[in-house]
């Protein structure tokens, strides 16, 4: 029961990202300038970035440590529940559609992730 406290913020994030990525197309918001600037790309990365992160300090806060390994199993799982995401919206989420550039954004955002939780681990926690 104890471990629960160190991921839960992730499994949180993670049914955030299920719930943001499978909402109906007709009520994600639609602007001009934010298709210019390709904003659902970052927000992509921002979403699979945060997931490497808060999976990455589950880990480092319950065994006070993390590999190059699990670091890299992270991203890797991160990368790949975008591409589930993908073929979650091309065959169950109403006007949602199977887009590549999504799981490329998707696997730049979790490598984000690690360079940002390394980051953090660096200069706070020690």
Known sequence: MRIIRYYLPATIWILLVLYLCTIPGEKVPSN???EKIHMDKIVHMGLFGGTVFFLCLGVYLQKRMISRFT???IA???AF???A????QKYFAVHRSFDMNDVA???VGAIAGVIAF???RKWWLK
């Open 118 to 120: 390394n980051l953090v």
């Open 81 to 83: 529940y975008g591409l």
């Open 71 to 73: 670091l890299t199993v």
């Open 85 to 88: 995401i993908e073929y979650i």
């Open 32 to 34: 001009p300038f934010f």
């Open 76 to 78: 890797i799982a991160a």
């Open 105 to 107: 954004a998707d696997t």
